[in-house]
């Protein structure tokens, strides 16, 4: 199985901050590496596919960039409604794995 | 708009096999794999397995010798059970849909089902 690695677990910001999320696989995946928003009680939501590729309707201040092995997500400035925890997941081969986990509070 | 829906009996015997359903409304059926993904508390995601609308499907290896996912065109649903069950089955739920292709990301979620198993 493919193990994916996320750092930090957990992240205190403001509304505004610069917020960066790796990803490390641990094997090549290619640019395979998608990242869900999840909050409590609701649906994860799929922000960025294809390591880089904005999904539809997703706002600009979210990006993503890496292939192979080391990947990030970055929220270049904080919104109020960003607070959740996000997860990375590889999409290159079965098992479909996720990172742990990186939740951000205020 | 897509929507998909969780259906099942929140509670679940230690021994059992526990038994979800998803509806799924909006969009083409066709097209895409069919997953099951679950979270206990407190833990990360995990991904229990998919099936294609032609009935193929694809397991976890780590829960391979307990799942089985079918489909129902007919109803737009599809299915898990889960046998055997133990405590550490206890989880929230989801099924999801990825793109029948290399590569592709889950697109739409449910929106979860807390199953607990307990005597």
């Known amino acids: 199985d493919i193990q994916m690695t996320q750092s930090p677990s957990s992240l205190s910001a403001s509304v505004g901050d610069r917020v960066t999320i790796t990803c490390r696989a641990s094997?090549?995946?290619?640019?395979?590496l998608n990242w869900y928003q999840h909050k409590p009680g609701k649906a994860p939501k799929l922000l960025i596919y294809d390591a880089s590729s904005l999904q539809s309707g997703v706002p600009s201040r979210f990006s993503g960039s890496g292939s192979g092995t080391d990947f990030t997500l970055t929220i270049s400035s904080l919104q109020p409604e960003d607070f959740a925890t996000y997860y990375c997941q590889q999409s290159y081969s079965t098992p479909l794995t996720f990172g742990g986990g990186t939740k951000v509070e205020i | 708009q897509v929507q998909l829906q969780e259906s099942g009996p929140g509670l679940v015997k230690p021994s059992e096999t526990l038994s979800l359903t998803c509806t799924v409304s909006?969009?083409?059926?066709?097209?895409?794999?069919w997953n099951w993904i679950r979270q206990p508390p407190g833990k990360g995601l995990e991904w229990i397995g998919y099936?294609?609308?032609?009935?193929?499907?694809n397991y976890n290896p780590s829960l391979k010798s307990r799942v089985t996912i079918s489909v129902d065109t007919s109803k737009n649903q599809f299915s898990l059970k889960l046998s055997s069950v133990t405590a550490a089955d206890t989880a929230v739920y989801y099924c999801a849909r990825n793109l029948a292709a290399a590569g592709t990301p889950f697109d739409y979620w449910g929106q979860g089902t807390l199953l607990t198993v307990s005597s």
């Open positions: 909006g969009g083409s059926f066709s097209r895409y794999y």
């Open positions: 094997q090549y995946i290619s640019k395979y």
């Open positions: 099936i294609y609308y032609s009935g193929s499907t």
